[in-house]
């Protein structure tokens, strides 16, 4: 099956700064890779995600880099600001309809940002 | 808006008893999941269902169940409680099979 590393697992930052967290997948038929942010005391909310036949995809401060050959993809966030502080969670998904693996997503460890003022 | 809730925000049971979790989502999604979050393992599949009545299996169902009755309620069960089932567990739904997910707030159990 799957399996998706997360790094770093903690990430702290000044305001300003831009945040940079990775993620490596092993299936080389995943082909949807989103990203979510969980902040205290709720579920995870989508922020941002992308498809196997895109490379890179942006949202204001928020971008996604992701490099199939290598089987890695990234999240970008510039200009961090304090509310940007919550837990992240990479996941990938992908196979075709009928397999076993259809329709699941496997999430990354997370990465605690704390973005200080 | 969006809306997916679950029946309790913390639950305490006893090693053994039977414990059901329950999910409703408002939105006519037809995939739902529950996931278990634990700290340094992210969030793992326990079960998910695309249509009412169907069932999949995730990568951890081993002492779990499920039942989808009806399209908006999707219920874990844990047929006879351990204490390593202690967690945060969280349902999720979606329109299509790789959207959006929109997660509940989640249930933290603990098991004694």
């Known amino acids: 099956g799957e399996n998706v590393e997360q790094h770093p697992s903690t990430l702290s930052v000044q305001e300003g700064d831009s945040a940079v967290i990775k993620c490596t997948y092993s299936d080389s038929a995943s082909n949807y890779f989103p990203w979510y942010k969980q902040e205290l005391g709720k579920g995870p909310q989508l922020i941002i995600d992308i498809r196997s036949n895109v490379g890179e995809k942006k949202d204001q401060r928020i971008a996604v880099t992701l490099n199939k050959t290598a089987k890695h993809f990234s999240l970008h966030i510039t200009e961090t600001q304090p509310e940007d502080s919550a837990v992240y969670f990479c996941a990938a998904g992908g196979g075709f309809a009928g397999g076993t693996s259809y329709g699941k997503l496997t999430f990354g460890q997370g990465t605690i940002l704390t973005v200080h003022p | 808006d969006v809306k997916v809730t679950q029946s309790s925000r913390y639950l305490v049971k006893r090693t053994g008893e039977k414990v059901f979790l329950e999910c409703v989502q408002d939105?006519?999604?037809?995939?739902m999941f529950w996931y278990r979050q634990d700290p340094g393992l992210g969030l793992r599949l326990i079960y998910f269902?695309?249509?009412?009545?169907?069932?999949e299996k995730g990568d951890i169902p081993e002492g779990y169940s499920v039942s989808r009755e009806k399209k908006e309620r999707f219920s874990l069960i844990l047929e006879s409680a351990s204490t390593n089932q202690t967690s945060m567990y969280l349902c999720?739904?979606?329109?299509?099979?790789?959207?959006?997910?929109?997660f509940g707030p989640g249930t933290r159990l603990t098991v004694l």
């Open positions: 269902s695309y249509d009412v009545k169907m069932k």
């Open positions: 999720a739904s979606s329109f299509s099979r790789f959207g959006e997910q929109f």
């Open positions: 939105m006519d999604h037809e995939n």
